[in-house]
């Protein structure tokens, strides 16, 4: 079934591009180039997900994303950012945004962002799947983690994890594609008594990115500075940029 996607871009070629490329995975584009226009578009009508430019006439892509979702429209945006944009890609993430792509981005990790978030809003995501000797693992991708065994895999290659960055692994594995903040993991897999500082949970992600390095094309986890951490599992392709 076609997905309805609203696209509000107001740079010509970006947008065509942007439409053709989602038009041949089979989704019922509509292409708005004024920040006031997507508004009263995106609020009146259904869509199943909006891609949204920052920069944009009338009202910017921030003023959009605030206003719509304190009017209640809780469509899934991802936000269109410029490369030197972390602090917009923050406050879209505060504001209700479920992800972000910078410019300049490939074709497939647009369609990749796109269905994963389609995937996710509409249930359709990776869950721990049945295993007859240890209970439950969790497959995502080349990734493969399995809770009682305190065990995972990586492109069928074992990773040796201390207690801990196996705990900040799984929580994130359970939400793959959603920023977790720093307050979230800590919570999660030290407790809400931990006296330590949220350094501890920096200093564990970043062993566990350099333990992910066997395969850091089909997983690695993405830091959103100022919010948190999301993990990306998913084989990439080399594809030509979008601009």
Do not use: C
Request: no cysteine; net charge negative.
């Amino acid at each position: 079934m076609a997905q309805r996607l609203l696209v509000i871009e107001d740079e010509p070629t970006l947008a065509r591009l942007l439409s053709y490329n989602l038009t041949q995975e089979g989704h019922d584009v509509t292409v708005e180039d004024h920040g006031t226009s997507g508004y009263e578009r995106a609020s009146s009508q259904e869509f199943d997900l909006i891609l949204l430019d920052i920069m944009l006439p009338g009202m910017n892509g921030l003023e959009v994303l605030s206003k719509l979702r304190s009017t209640g429209v809780k469509t899934p945006i991802i936000i269109l950012t410029a490369k030197n944009g972390e602090n917009e890609v923050v406050q879209g993430l505060k504001l209700g945004a479920d992800d972000y792509i910078t410019k300049p981005f490939g074709v497939s990790e647009l369609l990749a962002r796109v269905d994963a978030v389609l995937r996710r809003v509409s249930g359709i995501e990776e869950q721990p799947v049945p295993d007859e000797e240890d209970g439950s693992r969790i497959v995502l991708g080349e990734l493969e983690i399995y809770p009682k065994k305190y065990e995972v895999t990586l492109s069928g290659q074992p990773i040796q994890l201390r207690p801990k960055e196996f705990e900040v692994l799984l929580y994130l594995a359970k939400k793959p594609g959603v920023v977790l903040t720093r307050d979230d993991l800590m919570n999660a897999v030290w407790g809400f008594d931990y006296i330590g500082g949220q350094r501890t949970v920096d200093v564990h992600v970043s062993s566990l990115r350099k333990k992910l390095e066997l395969d850091p094309e089909t997983v690695h986890i993405d830091s959103i500075r100022g919010v948190g951490y999301k993990l990306v599992a998913g084989k990439r392709k080399t594809v030509s940029q979008l601009r």
